[in-house]
């Protein structure tokens, strides 16, 4: 092909699963992405996309198409800053996912000092809790915590985020401050369950102990499937919580959670930033990484 335009304007479409949105996205005519996505099917001879009335699926063809298609988009991104330094702004989309609770937190409100930064930089993070598809959602990057399963990913490992326990004030004048394990038992304290689904056993309280980490069942009023309703239990005065420092900081700073145990802190959580393939990686990409990870290393233990 003479240009890329075709290719640009069809990741857009299979990856926003709308000729609409992604001409809007593009600042483009709707008509001018359909016939340049017509005539790249007629140069494949394949058919690319299933359209229907009510939106646009890639074909079996039009998988494999896209994934090629992407890599070749970012090797020519990549030639095409390949000379640039550290100084020249950064231009262009990031599709990003990461824990909810964490994109609140800690990167969006971060996020107006790095576009004043690079005012062409465009960004679009998704903040959920469930495993995306990197590769068929159009994902650049994602963080995760946890152990990483998927071994057809490439996961850089950022560091370990730093967990405490925490109790909002009012539950603590009701029910007492406890200073060791036994107190959660002799105190009467109740815990907030957080469970994926619901039907299985909670996990209960976890603490240091000896050489590794136990467990201590304790009971609870209320259990909940979602980070953001376990914090708000948790400022409820519904029972003590365990959660990541990195989000239960601006509550701890505001004087809504007290922590408590701080010498008996849970383990630990491992973060890490995945991607689909180590050569996609564009400029803009590995400065975002670079850049979020700097701003979660005071999170860090």
Not at 221 to 250: C, D, F, K, W
Not at 251 to 276: M, T, W
Request: glycine fraction near 8%; hydrophobic fraction near 45%.
């Amino acid at each position: 092909m003479k240009n890329l335009e075709a290719l640009t304007i069809f990741a857009r479409v299979a990856e926003m699963k709308s000729f609409t949105l992604a001409a809007e996205s593009l600042r483009i005519q709707k008509g001018r992405a359909s016939l340049v996505v017509r005539e790249l099917e007629k140069v494949t001879g394949a058919t690319l996309l299933h359209r229907t009335t009510r939106t646009v699926q890639l074909t079996e063809d039009g998988r494999a198409f896209y994934a090629r298609a992407l890599d070749l988009l970012s090797e020519v991104e990549e030639l095409q800053t390949m000379f640039a330094h550290d100084g020249i702004a950064l231009r262009g989309r990031i599709r990003v996912d990461m824990p909810a609770v964490l994109a609140q937190s800690v990167v969006i409100p971060a996020l107006p000092q790095l576009l004043e930064a690079h005012p062409e930089l465009e960004i679009e993070l998704s903040g959920s809790d469930r495993r995306v598809d990197l590769v068929h959602e159009g994902f650049d990057c994602v963080i995760r915590l946890g152990p990483i399963m998927d071994e057809t990913l490439i996961a850089r490992p950022l560091g370990k985020l730093r967990m405490i326990n925490a109790a909002s004030p009012g539950y603590l004048a009701r029910v007492g401050v406890p200073q060791t394990i036994d107190d959660l038992r002799n105190q009467g304290h109740k815990m907030v369950h957080y469970q994926r689904s619901f039907g299985s056993k909670p996990e209960g309280w976890e603490y240091p102990a000896d050489d590794g980490y136990k467990m201590l069942l304790l009971p609870g009023a209320m259990r909940v499937n979602s980070v953001p309703a376990y914090h708000e239990a948790g400022l409820a005065g519904l029972g003590l919580i365990q959660g990541g420092y990195a989000t239960l900081a601006p509550f701890i700073e505001r004087g809504a959670l007290v922590e408590v145990l701080p010498d008996l802190r849970p383990e630990p959580l491992s973060a890490s930033f995945v991607v689909a393939h180590r050569r996609n990686l564009s400029r803009r990409v590995r400065a975002f990484m670079q850049w979020t990870e700097d701003i979660l290393k005071p999170y860090f233990d």
